[in-house]
């Protein structure tokens, strides 16, 4: 009953959060979480939202507690991935819930919500930067709301740093409703049960998420596995980024250690602790029954070993915008391709491995206001031990939606041109790897673009001799004098200016197969 409570409070969060938004991002794509925490910050519940924030939330009301002093009506707002956020455009803002009599806060909720400019070098604030100074406005935890109040100097602060202010102020007004409405109902069920009784379930939820987590982990045989991946590149330069990992098994505890990773990069596909973690809870929760909870019990059988320095546990002043969506992404390959070796017969053959980020900025020629867009695109999931990978589907550490058509038409100066599954993309095997998405966009305005995504070198891969699924390819189609638009493929990683109607083509990988085909 209270795993429900909870669990429908952060829900309710997110749909406050989605129906009072302003921008395309977080109301169509849905790039937001939201979750509920006990009095220590300890998380309890979260939607069914994106595992990348989910996991590492929890940090970031760690921050908040530890840097400010939180009052009744108070919320703190932060992004800095080295003080509790993961990448810029992830906004996190935090609430504590103080019941009538206490001088503590009793409970915590947190939502974070990807938004579509932060400021930095490019519209979009996803650039092949070479330091987080180029990638945007950092906010340390500090106060937005004090009293129930919004401190205009911290969201002048913020706006004056953004290329679409309305929109930012916009959607941090509907984080703060979803805030709102978090503690609202927290408070309620205080007073409907008592608060002793949610405080004591609180912590039974953590300790049954442990125990079955436990459990989990019990069933996979004793020993030390091996698994290694590349990285395409950072952006930068063109050789690759090796993310290697050693996961070690003894009864109920599991050790999943990074140790020989390449060290951080000049480009900006290095990620944060946070982020490391965060894929890694995503990969044992998924070998836990669907009914128990995620929440602070999952990770506490875990020691993840990530060394200082390294691509899995930058340092300032790194650059970090890819470490989120694209990092995260083959850290849950090499986890998964480890505890494959000791549970073959339940996990998944590789899928697309990268969220293929698109984001475009420019001056809207409808109404001579500036927009910026960011997106991810959709791609194939990897074969499962006893059935085929789905087609066109957000894997892993991503759970959005992508943009409609009429949407994506009506906010921005685009026009879509082909949105279509890619066949023959997903790797052959006893089953298929589901197939990506091929999608083309007319930017009907000159403007800035940024693509960034991942597996456009290294195919995701097979296992028990399926094959790989196909690489990714992306694309820009310009108008020649002859009135046919001429094709260049361009990087995984890539900024460019463009014309008025430059097409866009992003074309996903399919996911790997999953045994050896019947037909050989």
């Known amino acids: 009953v209270f795993r429900n409570l909870f669990y429908s409070v952060a829900e309710e969060m997110g749909v406050t959060l989605c ?15 939201c979750a509920v925490f006990d009095g220590q910050g300890r998380m309890v519940a979260q939607g069914e939202h994106m595992p990348v924030h989910l996991g590492s939330m929890p940090l970031s009301v760690e ?101 679409t202010p309305i929109e930012r102020e916009g959607d941090l007004t509907a984080q703060i409703a979803s805030n709102r409405t978090g503690a609202r109902r927290l408070v309620d069920l205080s007073q409907k049960y008592g608060a002793p009784m949610v405080t004591d379930y609180m912590g039974h939820l953590q300790d049954y998420a442990e125990r079955m987590t436990r459990e989990a982990i019990r069933q996979i045989p004793d020993g030390s596995y091996r698994f290694k991946d590349n990285m395409d590149d950072d952006g930068l330069s063109l050789d690759p980024v090796p993310i290697v990992v050693k996961l070690v098994v003894e009864g109920t505890q599991a050790r999943i250690d990074f140790t020989g ?9 290095n990620a ?11 990969c044992f929760r998924v070998i836990v029954p669907f009914a ?6 999952t ?53 697309y491995g990268t969220m293929s980020n698109l984001t475009v900025g420019g001056i809207d020629p409808r109404n001579g206001e500036p927009f910026a867009y960011y997106e ?13 990978g789905f087609d066109a589907t957000h894997c892993h550490m991503t759970n959005s939606l992508n943009t409609p058509v009429e949407a994506l038409e009506h906010a921005y100066p685009y026009h879509v041109r082909r949105y279509e599954i890619r066949r023959g993309s997903g790797g052959a095997g006893r089953f298929r790897g589901g197939d990506g998405i091929r999608r083309e966009i007319a930017i009907l305005a000159p403007a800035e673009i940024t693509v960034l995504s991942d597996r456009r070198r290294y195919s995701p891969y097979g296992l028990k001799g399926g094959s790989p699924g196909k690489t990714g390819r992306n694309s820009v189609m310009t108008l020649g004098s002859d009135g046919k638009h001429l094709e260049e493929e361009i990087p995984g990683k890539a900024s460019m200016h463009i014309e008025a109607g430059t097409v866009i083509s992003i074309n996903t990988p399919g996911g790997g197969g999953y045994g050896t085909p019947e037909n050989d």
Do not use: W
């Not at 990773?261 to 596909?269: E, L």
């Not at 002043?317 to 000791?342: F, H, K, Y």
């Open 19 to 33: 129906r009072t938004s302003f921008s395309p991002n977080i109301k169509e794509r849905r790039d937001y979480s």
């Open 63 to 163: 921050a908040a507690i530890e840097h400010t002093e939180m009052c009744p009506g108070d919320m703190v707002v932060l992004n800095d991935p080295f003080k509790g956020g993961t990448h810029l455009p992830d906004i996190t803002l935090v609430e504590p819930v103080f019941l009538d009599g206490t001088d503590e806060p009793s409970y915590y909720v947190a939502n974070r919500a990807h938004h579509s400019d932060v400021g930095g070098m490019t519209p979009g604030s996803m650039p092949i930067a070479r330091s987080i100074y180029q990638e945007g406005i950092r906010i340390p935890p500090i106060h937005l709301l004090r009293g129930g109040e919004v401190v205009e100097d911290v969201m002048a602060m913020i706006l004056a740093n953004v290329r």
């Open 261 to 269: 990773t390449a060290p951080q990069v000049d480009g900006s596909i």
């Open 272 to 282: 944060i602790y946070a982020i490391t973690l965060s894929a890694v809870m995503y």
């Open 292 to 297: 128990v909870p995620s929440n602070h019990g």
């Open 299 to 351: 990770i506490r059988p875990l020691e993840v070993v990530a060394p200082e320095g390294s691509l899995l546990n930058a340092r300032v002043p790194a650059a970090v915008c890819g470490g989120n969506v694209e990092t995260s992404q083959r850290i849950v390959d090499v986890v998964l391709g480890a505890l494959a070796q000791a549970i073959p017969d339940r996990i998944p053959a590789a899928s």
């Open 376 to 388: 991810t695109t959709a791609g194939g999931m990897g074969a499962r031990p006893t059935a085929d």
